[in-house]
């Protein structure tokens, strides 16, 4: 197997008696959007230091392009660094902030024009080179930053958090300038954030990290779809996490609660035995206005969302407390109060020990 453009080997990293790192590996191939995604303090912008040679691991190794960089310092590495406080300076004009590392490193004023030139066509702001920073919005703002980090051509981007403090609908229009970029430029983009948005929209591969230690890496279809874990569940997107035993027969697990004596999910998809969480995304959920589910519950909230109705019910056993439900199904509408039974897709649930 060819090496990756980025390596990192069983990295651990101590800051006295805190772990904050222990034992990564990842691989980030050339042209690869990969994101590090995680609840906040477990450790991805670490990781990303340690590949910026911001911070030293305490063990284990970094590797850019199969060169050994663990005591490299930052600027003898091919690195460039877009954070999430974007520290543009307000006295330079926006050619100027892009080409200041340019101009450190000796490059020819011609060069620089030149170079400048391109990258702003990039970003999509030719002819913004004389503007002041503080005259654009939250967004060129952003492209500009992108573009003072991708003029130096560096073998790998990382981004720290750069579109989390932008509103909804800016953040959304910044992924798909984003993503158009990083398609144009033939590095990878290694970037950090605890945004699911973000990550699943924009990544080729993602990895989930908690306490310091990942959880899983693979595509965000893969992660979603087939998560590794019951914290992996629970933080990519939504789920109902619901305690039972589970039994397999053959090729089918079937999973029991307490005060129910039919299963109330089978699948061909896991076998297992004994005391399981099972997890089961809201849109997998299914409403019924007859007997038809398995649990019989009450509709205790409704919000309506424009493309679909988020339902809360609260099932009749006290072995389930709340099932969050997504019906893109509108044609039958429940009120709060109104008793429904709750069925559970088979495809649609994934088995834990």
Known sequence: MADALVRVDNVRKEYGSLVAVDGVTLRIEAGEFFSLLGPSGCGKTTCLRMISGFETPTDGSVFIEGTDVTG??????????????????????????????????????????????????????????????NELS???????????????????????????????????????????IQREVEGAFFYVTHDQEVAMTLSDRLAIMNNGVIQQVGTPEEVYNN??????ADFIGDTNLIEGRAETTEDTVSVFVDGIADPIWESKRNTTTGEVRLSVRPESVRLHD??????????????????????????????VSEIDVTDYKTDHTFTEGEAVSVSFDENGGVVFD
């Open 290 to 319: 007859d007997d038809r589910g398995v649990l019989t519950a009450e509709v205790v909230d409704r919000f309506f969302q424009g493309d679909h109705v988020e339902y809360i019910v609260s099932p009749e056993v006290d072995s």
């Open 227 to 232: 998560p590794a874990n019951a914290f992996v």
């Open 72 to 133: 490299t310092p930052p600027n003898k590495r091919n690195t460039n660094m877009v954070f999430q406080h974007l520290s543009l300076f307000p006295h330079l004009t926006v050619g100027e902030n892009i080409q200041y590392g340019l101009k450190k490193s000796g490059v020819g004023a011609d060069e620089r024009e030149a170079r400048v030139s391109r990258i702003l066509e990039l970003v999509d702001l030719s002819g913004y080179q004389d503007r002041n920073p």
């Open 138 to 180: 939250g967004g060129q703002q952003q492209r500009v930053a992108l573009a003072r980090a991708l003029v130096n051509n560096p073998d790998v981007l990382l981004l720290d958090e750069p579109l989390s403090g932008l509103d909804r609908k800016l953040r959304q229009h910044m992924q798909v300038e984003l993503a158009k």
